[in-house]
C-alpha cells in the first residue's frame, strides 16, 4: 500500500484559508446567480418560436459574471464597476471623459430612519454632473427640499431609482449612515447670516 504523498499535518495559514474561503464563496454564488436569470424563450418577453432567439446571449451567461444583488436585474452594477469587470463609455461616441467626484453629501432630515450618505462617485462614474445638476438637484446645501414622498413619485432621486437603478424598496442602499456615527451639525452663531 502506498502512502498518501498529501501532507496531513499541514498547518494552513490565514491568508491561504482566506484565499481558498473567497475562491469556493465566487464559484458557489457564480453558479447560484445563474438560476436568477429566466432563459429567453421562457421570460415572457422574448418569443420562443422565433428563430433569431438563438443568436441572442443568455442572461445567464452575460450577467452571472459580475457582482450579484438580489434586487432589479440581480446585477450591482456600482460592485460591478468598482471591481473592473466593466468600463463604461462616457458617451455613445466615447468623447467624453467623466469628471469622478469623490465628495459624498450627508442628508440629516430621515427621520425616523437613518441617514442618508449620498456618494457623488458612484453616480459620476456612469453620468456627468449636468445629468443631475441643475435640472434634478440645484447644487447649494439645503437648496432640494427631498423627502420620500416625492421620491416615490418620481422626483430627485426617484426619477432613476426605480426606473433604472436598483428599486426603492432597498432602504438601506440609501439610509445608510448612523446618526451616531456623525459628528453633531454645526450650529449657528449669531451675527453669521444664517437663519
Known sequence: MRAST?????????????????????????????????????????????????????????????QTDTVGNNVDWARTLDYGFIEPLGSLENDYEPEILETTVLMRNTMPMRYVRFPHKTHTQWMSCETCHDSIFIAKEHANPINMGKILNGEYCGICHGAVSFPLTECDRCHNTDSSTVPKEPTASAGDGSQ
Open 6 to 66: 498529501f501532507p496531513v499535518n499541514r498547518v494552513v495559514s490565514r491568508s491561504q484559508f482566506i484565499f481558498v474561503f473567497l475562491f469556493l464563496l465566487v464559484i458557489t454564488s457564480v453558479g447560484l446567480a445563474a438560476d436568477k436569470w429566466k432563459p429567453l424563450k421562457k421570460d415572457g418577453i422574448h418569443d420562443p418560436s422565433n428563430p433569431a432567439i438563438k443568436v441572442l446571449q443568455e442572461p445567464a451567461d452575460a450577467l452571472s459574471v459580475l
